[in-house]
């Protein structure tokens, strides 16, 4: 009797497919029934652990969302970008604006959050037909303080320093009120904006994303408009930190400036490197990684504050510095990021026992 051994495909419908085996959608389906399941377990976890296992979760959704933005313009178009903090605040922002002052709905202002937050982008994206590398970074830095200063100046609008309180969201009568109607809501943006950033990377703009970050000038010469896919990986981008905005301004419900500082923006750009620069994975892992981390951190200084009373004031003060040496250890010895470790893994897994 023989057996298929390997992928044969018969079309280019097969080949495109993103799930090529019922392996992968096995695991696929499994992570989706973990991720639903997180809240009847997370709980009871969470207090063992002494924290809040759904808001990490929330948070780490919310961050997920904003990353796969910053991914599709760092990782895929080669646009370093150091003003996604403020970007967020502008979403975070609008979406409060026109919750509370104009009373709009959640299924209204969300959307706008992101449009809104893709037009500014794409205003301090316009340096980027002239500036790439460094130069570009220190442009869009700079749009990182004019917001910043914005967002605390601009009494009027934003509240100034004493912030915005911004009502749960709401799709008709049922409210997102508690960490766990809350969760699921992140869950189902989540899921979407992955499934919509694994499609947009395969589609003629996502190529051309690709062709401009790898060589830029070869792409204009078969005819690729580096300013218009410049401006459109911004917009998307921007779009994408906008609507993360909305949603952490719902979830907080509470805005204040700063929130959207530049170390939020370093976050992002940490976020994206660690988990792998140009791989959709990469944001996953990325946000994973920088919003658990600290949690896994405080642990044990939680557990030797019994035995040593000055042990979480010391390691309070030191775990900015062990947060910074961990990430310095990632870039020397993992540069690609943590996607790339996981494609060694799985490809090992893939040929083992075997050596060939």
């Given at each position: 009797m023989a057996y298929q051994c390997g992928l044969f495909h018969e079309s280019y419908?097969?080949?495109?497919?993103?799930?090529?085996?019922?392996?992968?959608?096995?695991?696929?389906?499994?992570?989706?029934v973990f991720l639903v399941s997180v809240p009847i377990w997370g709980q009871a976890v969470g207090?063992?652990?002494?924290?809040?296992?759904?808001?990490l979760f929330v948070i780490i959704f919310i961050y997920i969302i904003g990353a796969h933005g910053l991914n599709l313009l760092t990782g895929f178009t080669g646009q370093i970008s150091l003003g996604h903090g403020a970007f967020m605040g502008v979403g975070a922002y609008t979406a409060g604006i026109l919750a509370v002052r104009y009373h709009l709905p959640f299924y209204v202002t969300l959307p706008a959050a992101g449009l809104v937050?893709?037009?500014?982008?794409m205003v301090f994206g316009t340096p980027s037909l002239r500036l790439k590398?460094?130069?570009?970074?220190?442009?869009?830095?700079a749009a990182q303080f004019i917001l910043d200063y914005a967002m605390r100046n601009w009494d009027s609008l934003t509240g100034g320093s004493s912030g915005l309180n911004v009502p749960f969201a709401a799709i008709g009568k049922f409210e997102f009120n508690t960490d766990t109607r809350f969760y699921y809501l992140a869950l189902v943006m989540v899921i979407l904006f992955t499934w919509i950033t694994?499609?947009?990377?395969?589609?003629?703009?996502?190529?051309?994303f690709v062709a401009i970050r790898d060589r830029y000038l070869a792409a204009e010469v078969i005819g690729v408009n580096l300013f218009y896919y410049r401006?459109?990986?911004?917009?998307?981008?921007?779009?994408?930190?906008?609507?993360?905005?909305?949603?952490?301004?719902?979830?907080?419900t509470i805005i204040s400036d700063e929130h959207f500082t530049m170390w939020l923006s370093v976050q992002y750009l940490a976020m994206c490197i660690i988990g792998g620069l140009g791989h959709v994975k990469g944001?996953?892992?990325?946000?994973?990684f920088m919003v658990a981390l600290p949690e896994l951190l405080r642990i044990p200084s939680e557990m030797l504050s019994g035995v040593y009373p000055n042990m979480f004031e010391i390691f309070g003060t030191l775990q900015q510095g062990v947060f910074g040496f961990i990430i310095m250890l990632f870039l020397i010895f993992e540069p690609d990021g943590l996607a790339a470790r996981?494609?060694?893994?799985?490809?090992?897994?893939?040929?083992?026992?075997?050596?060939y």
């Amino acid at each position: 009797m023989a057996y298929q051994c390997g992928l044969f495909h018969e079309s280019y419908k097969q080949d495109e497919r993103l799930y090529q085996t019922w392996w992968v959608r096995g695991w696929l389906i499994f992570l989706l029934v973990f991720l639903v399941s997180v809240p009847i377990w997370g709980q009871a976890v969470g207090s063992a652990l002494n924290t809040n296992l759904i808001n990490l979760f929330v948070i780490i959704f919310i961050y997920i969302i904003g990353a796969h933005g910053l991914n599709l313009l760092t990782g895929f178009t080669g646009q370093i970008s150091l003003g996604h903090g403020a970007f967020m605040g502008v979403g975070a922002y609008t979406a409060g604006i026109l919750a509370v002052r104009y009373h709009l709905p959640f299924y209204v202002t969300l959307p706008a959050a992101g449009l809104v937050t893709a037009a500014v982008g794409m205003v301090f994206g316009t340096p980027s037909l002239r500036l790439k590398g460094l130069y570009l970074a220190i442009a869009t830095m700079a749009a990182q303080f004019i917001l910043d200063y914005a967002m605390r100046n601009w009494d009027s609008l934003t509240g100034g320093s004493s912030g915005l309180n911004v009502p749960f969201a709401a799709i008709g009568k049922f409210e997102f009120n508690t960490d766990t109607r809350f969760y699921y809501l992140a869950l189902v943006m989540v899921i979407l904006f992955t499934w919509i950033t694994t499609n947009i990377v395969r589609t003629r703009p996502g190529r051309a994303f690709v062709a401009i970050r790898d060589r830029y000038l070869a792409a204009e010469v078969i005819g690729v408009n580096l300013f218009y896919y410049r401006i459109m990986s911004f917009g998307i981008s921007s779009f994408y930190v906008g609507i993360a905005g909305g949603m952490w301004a719902y979830y907080i419900t509470i805005i204040s400036d700063e929130h959207f500082t530049m170390w939020l923006s370093v976050q992002y750009l940490a976020m994206c490197i660690i988990g792998g620069l140009g791989h959709v994975k990469g944001a996953i892992f990325g946000a994973i990684f920088m919003v658990a981390l600290p949690e896994l951190l405080r642990i044990p200084s939680e557990m030797l504050s019994g035995v040593y009373p000055n042990m979480f004031e010391i390691f309070g003060t030191l775990q900015q510095g062990v947060f910074g040496f961990i990430i310095m250890l990632f870039l020397i010895f993992e540069p690609d990021g943590l996607a790339a470790r996981w494609l060694t893994i799985r490809s090992y897994f893939k040929l083992w026992p075997f050596s060939y």
